[in-house]
């Protein structure tokens, strides 16, 4: 904790020592240690609508405050979602895999209405018994009184197992759809070239088009195999378009709820008052989860391409430029929410947050996630009174998700 606090003032210093015209907040490595925070915060005060000029990036916008992000979102005549969605842009060589995501309407509003079924209210209640009996089984088999992994032994296993069900892909493979989604999502260069990387995106559509072409023979079922090969506005799609939509469905079927089950145990370990509230009041889940999705703010950013000059918080942006919304630093935002540094069970206005998004890219998935969540922490509220964290999180080297490698845990004994 003494080091985790020295490198919170060194980068506060850091903040507020750089001249402001040379603020990058999309260096990587801050957040792999957590040290991001001071130069959102100065941003926010100082020049909430930043430019940057240099970066590994590029030059890009920076959004930092909740209103401002609205703002951009809901602009979508304006700000553009098509080709990229992170501060990353394609480059010379890379496979480009289009999905709904990254698309404008009409096709985005299209291709979303397809699958948007799979999340339905009536699709929540039939999966909520399976999703229990899930958690409760991956809770059961997990060691009393030794370390263990939580992010691999239960935050992975158990959307591992959700994103199965919903693709109604093969259970005792569902280890690939983690692969997958890994790969999407973190830097391989390390290990793999970029080849090989597309290579495996190249196998992964293999393997589902399998899938598809098995379900499109069949009649329409409740999966979003099925949903995409029976859509009139998806069956026809080109295979780098299908491996983009399915990429897409993997990562945002599985990330947000991933890193917020690991991030719900980190904020009620930094606040054991709000665990014992909770405890004392197990209803106050209702906002506890929207609670711990904002403290936790699993897709870091979202970026637009801006396709005529605009004028916000005071400036200019013109055509052509890339606008990061920072959703982690607008659901830090002083001037929309109260006392936005602190974990608070029973906030006022708890879904109060941009973790979402907002506007026609709100996530499509956000009341299933929930729903996870929610049934996960009720497990564990009646199994285990202490889990204690042994290990500082290995995070995610990336400016984008805000995902955990590992996090070693020890379930205490009981007396």
């Not at 904790?1 to 003032?9: G, K, N, T």
């Not at 263990?148 to 158990?158: I, K, M, T």
């Not at 099925?226 to 983009?244: C, K, N, V, W, Y």
Request: net charge negative; proline share 6%; hydrophobic share 40%.
């Amino acid at each position: 904790m003494a080091d985790d606090a020295a490198a919170f003032d060194a980068a506060r210093a850091e903040a507020y020592a750089t001249p402001l015209e040379k603020i990058d907040v999309s260096l990587q490595d801050r957040f792999v240690t957590d040290t991001f925070w001071p130069f959102f915060e100065r941003l926010r005060r100082e020049d909430p609508v930043h430019y940057c000029a240099d970066s590994e990036f590029g030059p890009y916008w920076s959004v930092t405050r909740f209103d401002d992000i609205v703002e951009v979102e809901t602009h979508h005549d304006v700000f553009s979602s098509e080709r990229a969605i992170s501060i990353y842009d394609p480059q010379d060589g890379d496979m480009e895999l289009p999905n709904f995501i990254a698309m404008d309407p009409p096709k985005h509003d299209a291709q979303r209405k397809t699958i948007q079924p799979i999340v339905s209210s009536e699709n929540l209640v039939h999966f909520a018994p399976l999703i229990r009996e899930r958690a409760a089984r991956i809770l059961d088999d997990l060691p009393i009184g030794e370390p263990f992994d939580w992010v691999e032994r239960v935050s992975v296993e158990l959307t591992v197992q959700m994103l199965a069900t919903l693709f109604d892909f093969p259970f005792e493979e569902r280890q690939k759809l983690r692969y997958w989604s890994d790969l999407a999502v973190t830097d391989m260069s390390d290990v793999m070239t970029k080849e090989q990387v597309q290579a495996e995106f190249l196998a992964c559509g293999a393997y589902f088009k399998n899938l598809w072409d098995q379900r499109a023979d069949a009649p329409p079922a409740n999966d979003l195999i099925s949903m995409l090969a029976h859509g009139q506005s998806t069956r026809d799609m080109p295979f780098f378009e299908f491996i983009g939509n399915i990429i897409l469905l993997i990562v945002g079927g599985n990330d947000t709820t991933r890193n917020s089950i690991t991030g719900g145990l980190i904020a009620f370990t930094e606040n054991p008052d709000q665990l014992a509230k909770l405890r004392a009041n197990p209803a106050l889940l209702d906002s506890t989860i929207p609670e711990i999705i904002r403290w936790q703010t699993p897709v870091a950013h979202m970026r637009r391409t801006a396709r005529a000059d605009f004028q916000l918080g005071g400036k200019t942006i013109k055509a052509g430029d890339k606008v990061v919304m920072w959703y982690v630093s607008g659901n830090r935002d002083e001037t929309a929410i109260a006392n936005p540094e602190a974990f608070i069970i029973d906030r006022e206005r708890p879904r109060h947050h941009v973790s979402f998004g907002f506007g026609i890219h709100r996530c499509v998935g956000m009341r299933l996630a929930e729903m996870q969540l929610k049934i996960v922490w009720e497990e564990i509220l009646k199994r285990f009174p202490t889990i204690e964290i042994v290990e500082k999180p290995e995070r995610l080297k990336s400016c984008f998700l805000r995902a955990y490698r590992k996090m070693m845990v020890v379930i205490p004994a009981k007396a």
